[in-house]
């Protein structure tokens, strides 16, 4: 496993929101109704980065919606709301991982050889 700092606690106030690049993926860390979610910085549907998407409310839970298409997918679940739903890929989701003052992601190396 290699861990990847991500960001300073300190940081994760409501509304932090941030891409970035791994040197086999991009994540997206961000902060959405006091939650702390680190997900693959792409669009399942054709890899539109997601960090420039809209972050809202829907049901319980949040979502975030993807600029080019409009598709919303759960923060929860990962799933693609709407029609969409049974047709796409869950966002990947991270675990935080907190190491003294920082918040990041360890990642095998089976994740770290994925394109």
Do not use: Q
């Not at 997601?50 to 409310?57: H, Q, R």
């Not at 923060?75 to 918040?103: H, I, Q, S």
């Amino acid at each position: 496993m290699a861990f990847y700092a991500l960001a300073k606690t300190n940081e994760l106030t409501e509304g932090f929101k941030r891409s970035i690049k791994l040197p086999s993926i991009a994540v997206l860390i961000f902060v959405h109704e006091n939650e702390l979610y680190i997900i693959e910085d792409r669009c399942p549907h054709m890899d539109i980065p997601l960090v420039t998407g809209t972050l809202e409310a829907s049901g319980d839970e949040g979502a975030i919606r993807c600029r080019a298409h409009g598709i919303a997918f759960n923060l929860a679940t990962g799933k693609a709301e709407g029609m969409w739903a049974d047709t796409l890929n869950c966002l990947n989701a991270f675990v935080p991982v907190y190491r003294d003052y920082t918040v990041g992601i360890d990642i095998d190396d089976a994740d770290e050889d994925r394109e």
